[in-house]
Nanobody, 120 residues
Framework: VQLQASGGGLVQAGGSLRLSCAASERLVSINVMGWYRQAPGKQRELVAQITSLSRTNYAASVKGRFTITRDNAKKSVYLQMNSLEPEDTAVYYC???????????????WGQGTLVTVSS
């Protein structure tokens, strides 16, 4: 398992959750890290991304409510979700572009998904 995600759960609308995702120690070089989500009956969509230089990119629907951060020493990425809405209900997947060596191309890795349910 290259990625291990955690932090999902059930929360009322307006509440907060923090998702965490830790990459395997064997991945020595990590480029972009991000979070995607997939709601029932919908396609997977990008929620937020953060580059190795900590530049961030957010989906319009979460901008101002969600914050993505990373800890390079821990090879981890986090998603702080505030002011949650029922429309945020989905399975959230972490994603990293990483490699096992310090050279060559990056490969996409996906976490197992963690369910976030927001009740109205």
């Amino acid at each position: 398992v290259q990625l291990q995600a955690s932090g999902g759960g059930l929360v009322q609308a307006g509440g907060s959750l923090r998702l965490s995702c830790a990459a395997s120690e064997r991945l020595v070089s990590i480029n972009v890290m991000g979070w995607y989500r997939q709601a029932p009956g919908k396609q997977r969509e990008l929620v937020a991304q953060i580059t190795s230089l900590s530049r961030t990119n957010y989906a319009a629907s979460v901008k101002g409510r969600f914050t993505i951060t990373r800890d390079n020493a821990k090879k981890s990425v986090y998603l702080q979700m505030n002011s949650l809405e029922p429309e945020d209900t989905a399975v959230y997947y972490c994603n990293v572009q990483a490699r096992f060596t310090h050279y060559g191309s990056y490969t996409d890795y996906w976490g197992q998904g963690t369910l976030v349910t927001v009740s109205s």
